[in-house]
């Protein structure tokens, strides 16, 4: 019998490329050394098409492959989970990274959301969506990861803790039942990031990381944001202050868990065209100098906003400088593009109960 190479090869080619992993073993684990690159790379549209483009983009100009691509689910929008846009993600090459906002107006209000409450849904007014949610986040065939209402420590978002009372405490809750939820739904393949902002604001002993914290049992990473400038009028933050002034209260939050510089970037300077490579490249130096051991993966926000004269560009391609800067960071083998898969750990699998809070 005479042997097909050509269909040998369409048989084989798509098993060697498939990651291995199953359902058992579908949790991100940190890795050894280096950090894991990701991206948030914006599509405004919401399209699946144009993610999927973006994410290309990136890549591309990064001279790199990701870990991770941030996936949008805008629960006002549509409580479900947005499975065209995973799979844009995913036929990327990258995991996609399920951002949860929930909120019924699409923007940052600085205010309570008038219909995704937080009180409400703990009492379970939503839980039918929920589980609707869950149950595509299980059948999407692949694992994700996922995080529910960045940075809830900062005012701009309806889930901010500062508009309720016991605000933090009944963050955590809510989070707790939905990371519930999904396990019941038998969603094993999420892996859970608890994402805060680099900075209490407003700074006050009520608002603090370690306060919003849902437990070990229900996450699996602590995620934090560390910004540079993001509009002319900011003050210029060196990335190596901001991120100083943040670790010691993101490692507060779990002693084990490990964390993720979930979102970072910065503009270009209008007094100095060479301050944003400037700006990466000492990012660079310290993270591979190890200043914060705990952190294991790094993701940049790769967006541009706002029309002409006031345009901030916080894209890695804003200028040939900033390109550059970020080629020769991202070419090290410091920063890693291959997840590691592993089990739940004990404290993972325990959480199936929801954790008591004392929200009067």
Same mark, same amino acid.
């Given at each position: 019998?005479?042997?097909?190479?050509?269909?040998?090869?369409?048989?084989?080619?798509?098993?060697?490329?498939?990651?291995?992993?199953?359902?058992?073993?579908?949790?991100?684990?940190?890795?050894?050394?280096?950090?894991?690159?990701?991206?948030?790379?914006?599509?405004?549209?919401?399209?699946?098409?144009?993610?999927?483009?973006?994410?290309?983009?990136?890549?591309?100009?990064?001279?790199?492959?990701?870990?991770?691509?941030?996936?949008?689910?805008?629960?006002?929008?549509?409580?479900?989970?947005?499975?065209?846009?995973?799979?844009?993600?995913?036929?990327?090459?990258?995991?996609?990274?399920?951002?949860?906002?929930?909120?019924?107006?699409?923007?940052? !209000?600085?205010?309570?959301?008038?219909?995704?409450?937080? #009180?409400? =849904?703990?009492?379970?007014?939503?839980? @039918? %969506? +929920?589980?609707?949610?869950?149950?595509?986040?299980?059948?999407?065939?692949?694992?994700?990861?996922?995080?529910?209402?960045?940075?809830?420590?900062?005012?701009?978002?309806?889930?901010?803790?500062?508009?309720?009372?016991?605000?933090?405490?009944?963050?955590?809750?809510?989070?707790?039942?939905?990371?519930?939820?999904?396990?019941?739904?038998?969603?094993?393949?999420?892996?859970?990031?608890?994402?805060?902002?680099?900075?209490?604001?407003?700074?006050?002993?009520?608002?603090?990381? !370690?306060?919003?914290?849902?437990?070990?049992?229900?996450? #699996?990473? =602590?995620?934090?944001?560390?910004?540079? @400038? %993001? +509009?002319?009028?900011?003050?210029?933050?060196?990335?190596?202050?901001?991120?100083?002034?943040?670790?010691?209260?993101?490692?507060?939050?779990?002693?084990?868990?490990?964390?993720?510089?979930?979102?970072?970037?910065?503009?270009?300077?209008?007094?100095?065209?060479?301050?944003?490579?400037?700006?990466?490249?000492?990012?660079?130096?310290?993270?591979?100098?190890?200043?914060?051991?705990?952190?294991?993966?790094?993701?940049?926000?790769?967006?541009?906003?706002?029309?002409?004269?006031?345009?901030?560009?916080?894209?890695?391609?804003?200028?040939?400088?900033?390109?550059?800067?970020?080629?020769?960071? @991202?070419?090290?083998?410091?920063?890693?593009s291959a997840p590691l898969w592993g089990r739940a750990s004990p404290a993972q699998k325990a959480g199936n109960k929801l954790r008591n809070f004392n929200l009067r």
């Amino acid at each position: 019998m005479q042997l097909d190479l050509r269909r040998l090869l369409l048989f084989l080619v798509p098993l060697l490329l498939t990651p291995r992993y199953s359902y058992s073993e579908s949790i991100l684990q940190a890795p050894t050394t280096g950090l894991y690159l990701g991206t948030f790379a914006s599509y405004p549209d919401g399209d699946a098409t144009t993610l999927g483009n973006s994410i290309a983009d990136f890549k591309t100009n990064a001279g790199k492959s990701v870990v991770w691509a941030i996936v949008l689910s805008e629960w006002g929008q549509a409580l479900e989970f947005p499975k065209a846009q995973a799979l844009a993600a995913h036929n990327q090459g990258a995991i996609p990274f399920l951002r949860i906002l929930p909120r019924s107006i699409p923007d940052e !209000t600085y205010t309570l959301d008038p219909v995704l409450r937080l #009180d409400l =849904i703990l009492k379970g007014d939503f839980d @039918a %969506q +929920i589980r609707q949610w869950a149950d595509g986040a299980r059948d999407v065939g692949f694992p994700i990861l996922a995080e529910f209402g960045p940075e809830p420590n900062g005012f701009w978002n309806q889930w901010s803790g500062i508009f309720y009372q016991n605000g933090p405490a009944l963050y955590a809750a809510v989070f707790q039942r939905i990371v519930t939820i999904c396990r019941a739904e038998g969603a094993s393949n999420i892996t859970w990031f608890f994402h805060m902002n680099g900075e209490d604001n407003p700074h006050n002993p009520d608002n603090l990381m !370690t306060q919003y914290y849902p437990g070990d049992a229900y996450i #699996d990473w =602590i995620g934090v944001s560390v910004l540079g @400038a %993001q +509009i002319n009028a900011d003050f210029w933050d060196e990335f190596v202050d901001v991120m100083d002034s943040a670790y010691n209260e993101i490692i507060a939050v779990s002693a084990v868990r490990p964390v993720a510089l979930v979102e970072t970037a910065v503009i270009e300077d209008p007094k100095d065209d060479n301050h944003k490579a400037k700006w990466i490249t000492d990012s660079y130096h310290f993270l591979k100098a190890n200043r914060w051991p705990r952190l294991k993966a790094y993701s940049y926000w790769n967006e541009i906003s706002g029309t002409a004269p006031e345009v901030d560009d916080m894209r890695i391609n804003s200028s040939p400088q900033a390109r550059s800067a970020f080629r020769a960071a @991202a070419s090290d083998s410091f920063f890693i593009s291959a997840p590691l898969w592993g089990r739940a750990s004990p404290a993972q699998k325990a959480g199936n109960k929801l954790r008591n809070f004392n929200l009067r």
